[in-house]
C-alpha cells in the first residue's frame, strides 16, 4: 500500500537526468520534444522542458506522461503540477489509460 503522502511518480522533479519513463507523444500532424531544462525549476533544480512546435488542430495532439502507473479503483488521487507558456494555449490535465479505449478517470483543463 502506498502512503497518501507518496508520490508515486519516478523522478518527479526532473532531478535525475534519466528521463526514460517519461513520454512525450504526438498525433495528427503535431509536433513536440522535451528535454531535461535546469534554468527553470519551481522546486528543486531541474523541470521538464516541452516545446511544442506544431499543436494540430487540437489541444490534446501532444501528450506528456509517465509510463507505468497504477492506479487503484475506489482510491483518491491528488494530482498536481506547475506549467508555464510563451504563448495562450489551454493546459489539460487527464488520468487515463494509456492505449485501448483510453478511458478517461479523470480531468481538469487550465487556462
Do not use: C
Amino acid at each position: 500500500m502506498i502512503p497518501s503522502s507518496a508520490n508515486m511518480l519516478q523522478n518527479p522533479g526532473f532531478e535525475q537526468e534519466d528521463l526514460s519513463m517519461y513520454v512525450l507523444d504526438a498525433n495528427n500532424k503535431a509536433v513536440g520534444s522535451f528535454i531535461r531544462d535546469t534554468e527553470f525549476a519551481t522546486e528543486g533544480k531541474a523541470s521538464a522542458k516541452i516545446t511544442v512546435t506544431n499543436g494540430g488542430a487540437h489541444q490534446n495532439y501532444v501528450a506528456f506522461y509517465q509510463k507505468g502507473l497504477q492506479i487503484e479503483m475506489g482510491k483518491s488521487y491528488e494530482v498536481s503540477f506547475d506549467a508555464k507558456a510563451t504563448t495562450n494555449w489551454p493546459i489539460s490535465a487527464y488520468i487515463r489509460r494509456p492505449s485501448g479505449n483510453m478511458m478517461s478517470y479523470g480531468v481538469g483543463r487550465f487556462t
